[in-house]
């Protein structure tokens, strides 16, 4: 095989056991979605919201968890600094038998957020992984990307102010937790 197809290959694997991340396109109005549970939190300036289509889901079927996050303060824009994203997802299941590893490999990251117009992505999941007793680091993976069960999720958003007129304006992580249902 040769090199560049090796690096490629490395390369989807670590965007697989990374998560994968679509971004949907920015829409003024959240109410655009179709959505069954969400929660919303507002801090400072930002307003954070986290949604999924619908409360329970069957095993095998697509589990699509979007967040925002909305500037409202008086400026016309504002640009954050963050990691791949700024969204982040705390997923677990009440049984504990299954485990959600989420990692960022993309620092500093500028994103333009104009008052207004809601940043959005969606997390899709590369899987459960089972947890076995006496392994630290489970590596087996479940059958459907999120089994029978009750799933807790903690969101949030993560990011620095950038720079306004000299000067870094600070760190905010604003979050909200969602729960759903995957069914048999």
């Given at each position: 095989?040769?090199?560049?197809?090796?690096?490629?290959?490395?390369?989807a694997?670590?965007?697989?056991?990374?998560?994968?991340?679509?971004?949907i396109?920015?829409?003024?109005?959240?109410l655009?979605?179709?959505?069954?549970?969400?929660?919303?939190?507002?801090?400072?300036?930002?307003?954070?919201?986290?949604?999924?289509?619908?409360?329970?889901?069957?095993?095998?079927?697509?589990v699509?968890?979007?967040?925002?996050?909305?500037?409202?303060?008086?400026?016309?824009?504002?640009?954050?600094?963050?990691?791949?994203?700024?969204?982040?997802?705390?997923?677990?299941?009440?049984?504990?038998?299954?485990?959600?590893y989420?990692?960022?490999?993309?620092?500093?990251?500028?994103?333009?957020l104009i008052?207004?117009?809601?940043?959005?992505?969606?997390?899709?999941?590369?899987g459960?992984?089972?947890?076995?007793?006496?392994?630290?680091?489970?590596?087996?993976?479940?059958?459907?990307?999120?089994?029978?069960?009750?799933?807790?999720?903690?969101?949030?958003?993560?990011?620095?102010?950038?720079?306004?007129?000299?000067?870094?304006?600070?760190?905010?992580?604003?979050?909200?937790?969602?729960?759903?249902?995957?069914?048999?």
């Amino acid at each position: 095989m040769s090199r560049p197809l090796k690096v490629m290959g490395v390369l989807a694997v670590v965007l697989l056991l990374a998560g994968i991340w679509v971004q949907i396109s920015q829409k003024s109005n959240p109410l655009e979605l179709i959505v069954s549970k969400h929660g919303e939190i507002v801090k400072d300036d930002f307003v954070y919201r986290i949604y999924t289509e619908r409360d329970t889901y069957q095993e095998g079927d697509s589990v699509t968890l979007i967040s925002e996050l909305e500037y409202v303060g008086d400026r016309k824009f504002v640009t954050i600094l963050h990691e791949a994203t700024p969204f982040h997802y705390g997923i677990s299941e009440n049984s504990g038998k299954y485990a959600f590893y989420y990692m960022m490999n993309q620092p500093a990251i500028r994103t333009t957020l104009i008052k207004g117009q809601p940043f959005r992505e969606s997390y899709t999941s590369p899987g459960a992984l089972i947890v076995e007793e006496g392994v630290t680091l489970p590596t087996k993976q479940a059958e459907v990307p999120f089994p029978a069960g009750q799933y807790h999720v903690s969101g949030y958003a993560k990011f620095t102010v950038s720079e306004v007129d000299g000067k870094e304006e600070g760190d905010f992580k604003i979050g909200k937790d969602l729960t759903f249902e995957v069914g048999k």
